[in-house]
């Protein structure tokens, strides 16, 4: 009894998820551009609004759109009492998700049930007491080709989309842009090897009772608790993005459920993911990796914009957009970028150090 308890139990846990994938889809998409209040149209009404220097906006761009406050839900992050997967933006994403709702959930279902009333049908029909002489059949032919070929079958038919599904996934068709995704005990730095190599640091955003008196802390517009982060990744909306991965530290994982791939970030080794995400949107995630004692506190938030945002962004970072030739020359780019470089203390090490992330790694 209880084995057939424990299959109930399976075959409902397995399929709720499918049910809980409908009403995620209803859900509005936020425009690509910041609400009004999140940026002001005029100076003036720059001006009148007093900015809050405690506690500035994620990424302050209202020239360029990125930084988009956020609605109250929307996909790219958990839901409430959600199950299943999260709704996909990528094609992989779409293909994966439908692999397993469509094809090996009913399957699972389909299979739990036909077990179960097979133990049903044998504790029933078979029991003591309505079958008192028992069969002594020790061989049936006909019925152990079936039950070798049938899973066989099963097994091929699982294969098959199994293949087509890892061979897109690690087959990145021609990057239109490369970031540098590194793990760090315990946030992200990502780094944009193709727009002058400039580095950005995302760290997750405390709450409110939890930072120091004007330092900077979460609100609902930055993302929901525990996953938002000062600095987002951008990307543009409808390019291959490839994701070269590492870490400074210990092993760490980078994951964005609705993008669907996930890789692990090992130090001294560059592991590649790829993404083509066709809706533009705020997509969070987390380290999926147990790295260490703040492991549960370095999320990863992924701002998808139009290219043209995109490249205004990168301009407003410092970085150059591709295609565009260097405004300067590579070692004083990104000393642009960084404010502090020009200092007079600052520029005496400049020399010896490497100016980027990126010549770092080209000098190793
Ligand atoms: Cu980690």
């Given at each position: ?90 094609d992989v994403g779409r293909f994966a998700?439908g692999f ?65 599904l890892?061979?897109t ?196």
């Amino acid at each position: 009894m209880k084995l057939i308890a424990w299959a109930i139990a399976l075959a409902a846990a397995g399929l709720s998820p499918a049910a809980a994938q409908t009403p995620q889809a209803a859900q509005p998409q936020p425009a690509v551009t910041a609400p009004a209040s999140a940026q002001p149209q005029s100076p003036e009404a720059a001006a009148a609004s007093t900015p809050d220097k405690a506690n500035p906006p994620a990424v302050t761009t209202s020239e360029t759109g990125v930084g988009q406050a956020l609605p109250e839900a929307q996909i790219g992050m958990p839901v409430k009492a959600g199950t299943g997967l999260q709704e996909q933006v990528t094609d992989v994403g779409r293909f994966a998700a439908g692999f397993h709702n469509n094809w090996l959930l009913l399957l699972c279902v389909a299979i739990s049930l036909f077990v179960l009333g097979l133990l049903g049908f044998t504790m029933l029909r078979f029991r003591r007491g309505a079958n008192p002489t028992p069969s002594r059949t020790s061989h049936n032919t006909a019925l152990e080709v079936v039950w070798t070929l049938v899973p066989v079958l099963i097994l091929v038919a699982i294969a098959i989309p199994s293949m087509r599904l890892l061979k897109t996934q690690y087959t990145p068709p021609p990057a239109d842009l490369t970031v540098k995704v590194t793990g760090n005990q315990w946030f992200w730095t990502y780094s944009y090897p193709d727009n002058g190599g400039f580095e950005i640091v995302s760290n997750q955003l405390k709450e409110q009772r939890d930072v120091k008196p004007g330092e900077r802390f979460r609100t609902d517009k930055d993302g929901p608790p525990m996953l938002a982060v000062d600095e987002r990744m951008v990307i543009p909306a409808g390019k291959v993005v490839k994701f070269l991965v590492t870490s400074n530290d210990v092993i760490h994982a980078f994951w964005v459920p609705a993008f669907w791939s996930k890789i692990d970030a090992n130090p001294g080794q560059v592991n590649q993911i790829w993404v083509k995400v066709d809706r533009p949107g705020v997509y969070f995630g987390q380290c999926t990796e147990l790295c260490g004692a703040r492991h549960g506190y370095m999320p990863t938030a992924v701002e998808v914009v139009s290219p043209e945002q995109f490249d205004a962004w990168i301009v407003s970072k410092g970085g150059t957009p591709k295609g565009a030739r260097p405004a300067a020359t590579p070692a004083a780019a990104p000393a642009a970028a960084e404010p502090a470089a020009a200092t007079p203390a600052a520029a005496t090490t400049a020399e010896a150090q490497p100016a980027t992330n990126q010549a770092a790694t080209a000098q190793n």
